[in-house]
């Protein structure tokens, strides 16, 4: 029977890839979004996957989410918590919605879609729990402190959760990706593009895919002795021991 997996942030960027790599793979796949329909539908019928809607910083509208799904599906057993937002800006001139928004989505999001889904995981002994964080939750960016303080949240909820479940059957892990060839990248500057490029010692951008492929193992078999990692997928741009 193919397992379900439950991608939040699934139907744009590394979310629709991860959606994809999943389904070839064999899972039966829910892609989580917030409120772009036409990507939401394009997705469903591109992918021919199961979609549900809800913010994810809303712990009711991820009971919500995950009711849907498994009533469609059958039980989450992979989560990729991937759904993020960014709202830049220096500290000092940063607003508190600004850090709110950030905080709200890419790091409360981690509760709010993980504990409708740990005790059913828990019960039946096994689960795959991955997510998303960043090159710049892991050495900092000027400009994203909000950003930057969620994604090395991501880190810290990963490590520990990883270790009250292990026991369980439970891996929980984490993928931090560089700079990645999505809308979000592709809105940057030009200038300042380049100017990030230039310090990838690979010399360019990662693809979605490559983010995919990382994450498919962790959601596989093979990735059972894995646990509490952080996996960088950033061309060598930041190396963490």
Not at 99 to 113: K, P
């Amino acid at each position: 029977m193919s397992r379900v997996a439950l991608v939040t942030g699934g139907t744009r960027g590394i979310g629709k890839a991860i959606v994809k790599r999943l389904k070839d793979a064999g899972f039966k796949v829910a892609a989580g979004y917030a409120g772009n329909e036409e990507a939401a539908k394009k997705v469903a019928e591109e992918l021919d996957v199961f979609v549900v809607k809800g913010s994810v910083a809303s712990f009711e509208d991820c009971q919500r989410a995950v009711a849907e799904v498994e009533a469609a599906l059958g039980p989450v057993e992979v989560l990729v918590n991937n759904a993020g937002i960014t709202r830049d800006g220096f500290f000092h001139k940063m607003s508190q919605q600004q850090w709110q928004e950030v905080i709200h989505t890419n790091l409360d999001s981690m509760f709010n879609m993980t504990r409708p889904v740990i005790e059913g995981m828990r019960e039946r002994g096994y689960g795959r729990i991955i997510n998303i964080s960043s090159i710049n939750g892991q050495k900092g960016q000027a400009g994203q402190a909000n950003y930057s303080t969620a994604k090395a949240g991501v880190i810290g909820f990963t490590k520990a959760l990883a270790l009250e479940s292990a026991a369980k059957g439970i891996t929980v892990n984490c993928v931090a990706p560089g700079y990645t060839s999505t809308e979000m990248v592709s809105a940057i500057a030009p200038a300042v593009l380049d100017k990030i490029v230039s310090g990838i010692p690979v010399g360019r951008l990662g693809t979605p895919e490559e983010v995919a492929e990382i994450v498919a193992f962790l959601a596989s078999d093979m990735g059972s002795f894995i646990t509490g990692a952080t996996i960088a997928v950033n061309g060598g741009q930041h190396m963490a021991s």
